[in-house]
Antibody, heavy 116, light 106 residues
Framework: QVQLVQSGAEVKKPGASVKVSCKAS????????MYWVRQAPGQRPEWMGW????????KYSQRFQGRVTITRDTSANTAYMELSSLRSEDTAVYYC?????????WGKGTTVTVSS | ETILTQSPATLFRSPGDRATLSCRAS??????LAWYQQKPGQAPRLLIY???KRATGIPARFSGSGSGTDFTLTISSLEPEDFAVYYC?????????FGPGTTMGI
């Protein structure tokens, strides 16, 4: 079955970077887009960006432009999201979601806590 | 950026009731609108895409309608597992925004 398995929870200090992985299985990885969405406690989900796993094309939300980098490794069927210059407001659950274009399958989420 | 508003913010219903949720876009998104259901501690679950198409495995009691700027999600007869938060999502030109959500409460 289609599955997205994300890396484990992270605790980071302000100013640090975090890199979250999302390993896909059960479908043709390169044929789909992978989205990254985050959700702060009690807030709506927020789209961060996407990567086309085949071409490597990316698009980022203007809110995160310059701080987020989404990459993929087609040999490992894995997508990555790196967020830099972390601040307390970046504390959230980070999700990957498959799409073409609809976000139809989601990972379980990775909790990132930013605290000094 | 296209802004989505949802109404009402909270909707109280009982099992067996009909529920109608609204999502309005600040500019036309044609039919590029999806609806998601989210329960505590879980990822959002796709219910409806392209405004009116049910996602795989979604019960027929969920239906979507609308185009342009005004959209509706209807649940024809609420089941106990339907009490959750519902978000709309638009994806115009590859840029995505979520609405603020409607909480379905008992």
């Amino acid at each position: 079955q289609v599955q997205l398995v994300q890396s484990g929870a992270e605790v980071k200090k302000p100013g640090a970077s975090v890199k979250v992985s999302c390993k896909a299985s059960g479908y043709s990885f390169s044929s789909y887009v992978m989205y990254w969405v985050r959700q702060a406690p009690g807030q709506r989900p927020e789209w961060m960006g996407w990567i086309h796993a085949g071409s490597g094309d990316t698009k980022y939300s203007q809110r995160f432009q310059g701080r987020v980098t989404i990459t993929r490794d087609t040999s490992a069927n894995t997508a990555y999201m790196e967020l830099s210059s972390l601040r307390s407001e970046d504390t959230a659950v980070y999700y990957c979601a498959r799409g073409l274009p609809n976000m139809d399958v989601w990972g379980k989420g990775t909790t990132v806590t930013v605290s000094s | 950026e296209t802004i989505l508003t949802q109404s009402p913010a909270t909707l109280f219903r009982s099992p067996g009731d009909r529920a109608t949720l609204s999502c309005r876009a600040s500019q036309s998104v044609r039919r590029n609108l999806a609806w998601y259901q989210q329960k505590p501690g879980q990822a959002p679950r796709l219910l409806i895409y392209d405004a009116s198409k049910r996602a795989t495995g979604i019960p027929a009691r969920f239906s979507g309608s609308g185009s342009g700027t005004d959209f509706t999600l209807t649940i024809s007869s609420l089941e106990p597992e339907d009490f959750a938060v519902y978000y709309c999502l638009q994806g115009n030109n590859g840029v995505f925004t979520f609405g603020p959500g409607t909480t379905m409460g008992i």
